[in-house]
């Protein structure tokens, strides 16, 4: 690996950035923001949802947003593997289309079981995406920037989280909960053609600079496995090196337990506003989004930096950066969901969130760079099959559970729990980390 610290090889200051890399960032940020709209759209319309003609309970609410996930966990392994095909762009786009229309046709269910199963079929289009774009991302710039643009990317993960938020409590209020998912779903229809127009680096000549040594600066654990005729890697030495890659699996295991967090207060933090503090649905939504406007923006953007920055001195840097930001966020966590005075509770909240967004731009560059560039795509569907097994399918559905036990109130002190988990779990892989020897596994 090459010393953290220099300032020549492949992935110096000099190294290009591939064509289209702009358009590309900019594109597939819109798609991802239109991609977490719909993700939040249901949370947002929960309690309306739960109170309408089909009568939907709390553990039934959590196994709605459960089984969008599950399909999202089942189908993104599928999808990775075509990830380093000179077509995934189409791929992608195809994916678009598939959970704007699953989307729209929510709105038009009279059933617990129709509105299950169109959610249900989203998560077979955001496969496509989610699994795909981070390694296109990853082809089109050099290591030494690739936490700031997953910042960037990553931003949408929050802003569309809010807008999901506040366009469902909105649209809910004038024009009910049915015309939120048409509102949602179909614009996402013209992101297909802005996709189909990009530059793939897998067929760009000027893509190959990166290729070949972007990631000289990051810490890889493992050597590249053969490739094959078109120059992707047999599925089988993919799985294996990922499955050896020590690195790779204490990273993806704090991410299930931050994705366990982040499913759990996405999809109750409506109703939790609701209940306990009653505040109105439609303002619950809109307090709701514009706080995870703010505390988004500035975690991504100041984590994108930070894990940058700290890379350059260790090469854990950005585990060192999501662990410890993550133990910070816990006891603020516990705060905000059992504090009663409204400003100590919006204070806290505010700065558990900024914490927790902290990690999402290192926490994916760290999962880029720990696997050769050819299975990055693989990588990135193996994390998502993990993470969600582990996190965000089953917490909303505990949740709902523990709910009718006994209170959303306590049922959501969950939450801080696992983020602790996945800040202790961070903690120690940065901590081996700098104990185990950077040279690549047999």
Same mark, same amino acid.
């Given at each position: 690996m090459t010393d953290p610290h220099s300032t020549s090889g492949p992935d110096s200051d000099s190294t290009p950035i591939a064509r289209g890399a702009w358009a590309a960032l900019a594109v597939l940020t819109l798609v991802n923001l239109f991609n977490y709209i719909d993700r939040s759209i249901v949370p947002g319309v929960g309690e309306s949802i739960q109170h309408s003609e089909l009568h939907i309970t709390d553990s039934q609410f959590g196994v709605l947003i459960s089984a969008f996930l599950l399909v999202y966990m089942?189908?993104?392994?599928?999808?990775?593997?075509?990830?380093?095909?000179?077509?995934?762009?189409?791929?992608? *786009? *195809?994916g678009i289309a598939a959970w704007s229309i699953a989307t729209a046709l929510a709105g038009f269910a009279h059933s617990y079981t129709a509105l299950l199963s169109a959610r249900a079929s989203v998560g077979i289009g955001e496969a496509a995406y989610s699994a795909i774009a981070p390694a296109i991302l990853a082809d089109l710039f050099p290591a030494r920037l690739r936490g700031r643009i997953f910042a960037v990317f990553f931003a949408a993960t929050p802003v569309g989280t809010a807008l999901g938020?506040?366009?469902?409590?909105?649209?809910?209020?004038?024009?009910?909960?049915?015309?939120?998912?048409?509102?949602?779903?179909?614009?996402?229809?013209?992101?297909?053609?802005?996709?189909?127009?990009?530059?793939?680096?897998?067929?760009?000549?000027?893509?190959?600079?990166?290729?070949?040594?972007?990631?000289?600066?990051?810490?890889?654990?493992?050597?590249?496995?053969?490739?094959?005729?078109?120059?992707?890697?047999?599925?089988?030495?993919?799985?294996?090196?990922?499955?050896?890659?020590r690195p790779y699996i204490r990273t993806v295991l704090g991410y299930a337990a931050y994705t366990f967090a982040l499913g759990g207060?996405?999809?109750?933090?409506?109703?939790?506003?609701?209940?306990?503090?009653?505040?109105?649905?439609?303002?619950?939504?809109?307090?709701?989004?514009? %706080?995870?406007?703010?505390?988004?923006?500035?975690?991504?953007?100041?984590?994108?930096?930070?894990?940058?920055?700290?890379?350059?001195?260790?090469?854990?840097g950005y585990l060192w950066l999501s662990g410890i930001s993550m133990l910070l966020a816990t006891p603020l966590a516990y705060v905000a969901l059992t504090a009663t005075d409204p400003t100590v509770y919006w204070a806290s909240l505010v700065t558990a969130e900024i914490l927790v967004f902290i990690s999402t731009g290192p926490i994916n560059s760290a999962l880029v760079g720990y696997v050769p560039p050819v299975a990055r795509a693989a990588a990135m569907a193996g994390a998502i099959v993990i993470i969600h097994l582990l996190g965000d399918?089953?917490?909303?559905?505990?949740?709902?559970?523990?709910?009718?036990?006994?209170?959303?109130?306590?049922?959501?002190?969950?939450?801080?729990? %696992?983020?602790?988990?996945?800040?202790?779990?961070?903690?120690?892989?940065?901590?081996?980390?700098?104990?185990?020897?950077?040279?690549?596994?047999?």
């Amino acid at each position: 690996m090459t010393d953290p610290h220099s300032t020549s090889g492949p992935d110096s200051d000099s190294t290009p950035i591939a064509r289209g890399a702009w358009a590309a960032l900019a594109v597939l940020t819109l798609v991802n923001l239109f991609n977490y709209i719909d993700r939040s759209i249901v949370p947002g319309v929960g309690e309306s949802i739960q109170h309408s003609e089909l009568h939907i309970t709390d553990s039934q609410f959590g196994v709605l947003i459960s089984a969008f996930l599950l399909v999202y966990m089942c189908t993104a392994p599928v999808f990775g593997a075509f990830g380093h095909r000179r077509w995934r762009l189409r791929l992608v *786009a *195809a994916g678009i289309a598939a959970w704007s229309i699953a989307t729209a046709l929510a709105g038009f269910a009279h059933s617990y079981t129709a509105l299950l199963s169109a959610r249900a079929s989203v998560g077979i289009g955001e496969a496509a995406y989610s699994a795909i774009a981070p390694a296109i991302l990853a082809d089109l710039f050099p290591a030494r920037l690739r936490g700031r643009i997953f910042a960037v990317f990553f931003a949408a993960t929050p802003v569309g989280t809010a807008l999901g938020y506040v366009i469902g409590g909105l649209v809910d209020q004038h024009y009910g909960w049915r015309v939120a998912f048409f509102v949602a779903g179909l614009p996402g229809l013209l992101l297909v053609a802005l996709v189909l127009m990009l530059i793939d680096p897998q067929s760009a000549d000027s893509a190959a600079p990166n290729a070949s040594g972007s990631d000289a600066a990051l810490p890889h654990r493992a050597t590249g496995p053969v490739q094959d005729a078109d120059g992707a890697a047999p599925s089988g030495p993919r799985i294996y090196l990922l499955l050896l890659n020590r690195p790779y699996i204490r990273t993806v295991l704090g991410y299930a337990a931050y994705t366990f967090a982040l499913g759990g207060i996405v999809t109750w933090m409506p109703s939790f506003l609701v209940r306990v503090h009653h505040v109105p649905l439609a303002s619950a939504d809109t307090q709701l989004g514009g %706080a995870v406007v703010v505390t988004g923006f500035v975690g991504t953007f100041v984590g994108g930096w930070l894990g940058d920055a700290l890379v350059k001195r260790t090469r854990e840097g950005y585990l060192w950066l999501s662990g410890i930001s993550m133990l910070l966020a816990t006891p603020l966590a516990y705060v905000a969901l059992t504090a009663t005075d409204p400003t100590v509770y919006w204070a806290s909240l505010v700065t558990a969130e900024i914490l927790v967004f902290i990690s999402t731009g290192p926490i994916n560059s760290a999962l880029v760079g720990y696997v050769p560039p050819v299975a990055r795509a693989a990588a990135m569907a193996g994390a998502i099959v993990i993470i969600h097994l582990l996190g965000d399918v089953p917490s909303p559905a505990i949740i709902g559970r523990l709910s009718e036990l006994s209170s959303l109130a306590d049922a959501v002190l969950i939450i801080p729990v %696992a983020i602790a988990i996945s800040g202790l779990i961070w903690t120690y892989a940065a901590w081996q980390g700098t104990r185990e020897s950077p040279v690549a596994a047999p």
